[in-house]
């Protein structure tokens, strides 16, 4: 329990500055929540019984998006005029419309942010793979509004309601259009949005079928007859990601067509599912339309393949824990995650006594990158397939399993990165509040290849120091305030953050690196 205290003070629109009633004031610790009310008609909350100490207060209310700040609860004395402002959502509206210009009901409208992936590639991604919003469907005038928005850039496409299919065919009546009229997400209008801000007349217009068509016929080992539960899901292969545009189930005699596609590159993904067993098979087929012609797919469905292997540890300290405790992990490539190509085997916990342990993965043939995960302070320092060293932990699988034994080699000589962030105008929140503190960034300096890290974040406590545990190597570093950051851009701006605020560090063997930051501007 504790002793406690009366805080109160009032909650605004971070853009308007005026009161927001309705508003739920909650103090919390670790997500439970110690003490809520909510904002009157002015505003204004009292908490009559708030725990002394050093918390987490959040606002929140339908139409804004809360962020959080840190509350300084005083033993001596009721704390008053606290303030919280709270963010406006921002809001995408326009209308959709056919070759005629006449309104499209039940158009799919999709925003797409402008992020920076785990990879580190900024680039256009969806917000949310289902209805959300940030994805609607349009009223029967043709009008759309995706709403709950970030800060960002987004892009905005808009897709025609897919038409029944019949006997294995898809027939598209309009083809898709992405704002204003672009070909692809990387060549699309950059919408730029602030906090609360409505942009309107984001209208799309839907181009008529092409004279397109794609004829697939699949098969799965060991399966004679139709292939039940066997789909063809399609997406655009953007130069900036996968674009799901439609799906289509596969006929009794295991063939499907598309038609009125307009002409780009596209992925397939054929998908088959044995509900009785649990069993499922898979194959991707990328493909190039053309006006004017036909396309031909031929694939062979490929099953999960086992893939065993060992874990090796290499010079571990003499204080370490047994069992070390770990696991190993396959991930698609980042823009292929979309395709859902996961199964229960590409993960394996590991409990290594010795300086060995075996384990056995499972995944769909294609592109794996091979990922240590806990194991605190010890990192991937080699992988070798069958007595053969590869260069790097991105695995190519091959329908018949890896030709060989999979041998991942860990070691544990990390170093440490040590630093300070410097906040040359820091914000004034008023009585009783803190900033959250910093963002961090840590980038392999030499890209991802091979066996470096990845990108990594790290916070800053609200004075400013940070550390953090890194594997041998070269690093470019950054910082961002955690407000800042939470804005939607953050992500993109320490990518892009210019030069004179990034550090170059080397990070060596059990030996610690000082660094100094100054926060990157807003963006």
């Known amino acids: 329990d504790g002793p406690k205290q009366a805080v109160s003070g009032r909650v605004l629109d971070s853009a308007t500055g005026?009161?927001?009633?309705?508003?739920?004031?909650?103090?919390?610790?670790?997500?439970?929540?110690?003490?809520?009310?909510?904002?009157?008609?002015?505003?204004?909350?009292?908490?009559?019984?708030?725990p002394v100490g050093e918390w987490r207060i959040t606002a929140a209310k339908s139409g804004y998006v809360a962020d959080y700040l840190n509350l300084i609860v005083p033993a001596a004395q009721p704390l008053k005029g606290v303030e919280l402002r709270i963010h406006p959502q921002a809001v995408i509206t326009g209308r959709v419309v056919d070759r005629r210009g006449l309104p499209v009901a039940r158009a799919r409208v999709t925003a797409y942010a402008r992020a920076a992936s785990q990879d580190g590639d900024v680039a256009y991604q969806a917000l949310s793979g289902g209805r959300s919003q940030y994805e609607g469907l349009t009223d029967d005038r043709g009008e759309y509004r995706l709403w709950n928005l970030r800060p960002g850039e987004y892009a905005v496409a808009a897709f025609p309601e897919q038409e029944p299919s019949t006997s294995g065919v898809l027939r598209y009546g309009s083809t898709a259009a992405i704002y204003p009229n672009a070909p692809s997400l990387s060549d699309a209008e950059h919408i730029r949005l602030e906090w609360g801000q409505v942009r309107d007349g984001v209208d799309l217009k839907l181009a008529a079928p092409a004279e397109t068509r794609v004829e697939g016929r699949i098969a799965v080992p060991g399966q004679e007859g139709p292939c039940e539960g066997c789909v063809c899901i399609l997406f655009a292969d953007d130069p900036d990601g996968l674009v799901q545009i439609g799906h289509v189930q596969v006929s009794g005699s295991n063939s499907f067509a598309i038609e009125g596609l307009a002409p780009g590159a596209y992925l397939a993904h054929l998908r088959a599912f044995d509900r009785a067993t649990g069993s499922q098979w898979s194959?991707?087929?990328?493909?190039?339309?053309?006006?004017?012609?036909?396309?031909?797919?031929?694939?062979?469905?490929?099953?999960?393949?086992?893939?065993?292997?060992?874990?090796?540890?290499?010079?571990p300290p003499d204080d370490l824990q047994r069992p070390w405790r770990s696991g190993v992990r396959l991930m698609p490539p980042v823009k292929e995650r979309r395709l859902g190509m996961f199964t229960r085997g590409m993960f394996a916990n590991l409990q290594v006594d010795g300086g060995e342990a075996a384990f056995e993965l499972s995944a769909f043939p294609g592109a794996m990158r091979l990922d240590l995960m806990g194991g605190r302070d010890s990192y991937i320092a080699g992988v070798s397939v069958g007595g053969r060293p590869i260069e790097s932990n991105l695995l190519e699988i091959p329908p018949g399993g890896l030709p060989g034994e999979l041998v991942v080699r860990v070691r544990f000589d990390m170093g440490t990165l040590e630093?300070?962030?410097?906040?040359?105008?820091?914000?004034?929140?008023?009585?009783?509040?803190?900033?959250?503190?910093?963002?961090?960034?840590?980038?392999?300096?030499?890209?991802?290849?091979?066996?470096?890290?990845?990108?990594?974040?790290?916070?800053a406590r609200a004075d400013g120091a940070f550390q953090q545990r890194l594997q041998p190597g070269v690093y470019d570093v950054v910082a961002m305030s955690a407000a800042q950051y939470s804005g939607g851009l953050g992500g993109v701006a320490l990518q892009e953050a210019p030069a004179k605020y990034r550090k170059r560090v080397e990070i060596r063997p059990g030996e610690t690196t000082r660094v100094q930051l100054e926060i990157a501007p807003a963006p």
């Open 283 to 315: 194959a991707i087929e990328r493909f190039r339309l053309s006006a004017g012609r036909v396309e031909t797919i031929e694939a062979s469905l490929s099953g999960e393949v086992s893939i065993p292997g060992r874990l090796a540890l290499e010079g």
């Open 419 to 459: 630093g300070t962030v410097e906040d040359p105008d820091p914000p004034d929140l008023g009585p009783g509040l803190r900033a959250p503190g910093y963002r961090i960034q840590i980038t392999p300096a030499g890209g991802e290849d091979g066996f470096s890290a990845r990108r990594r974040a790290a916070g």
């Open 18 to 50: 005026r009161p927001v009633r309705g508003a739920r004031v909650a103090i919390s610790q670790s997500r439970n929540d110690l003490a809520s009310v909510y904002s009157d008609f002015d505003g204004r909350f009292a908490i009559d019984e708030a």
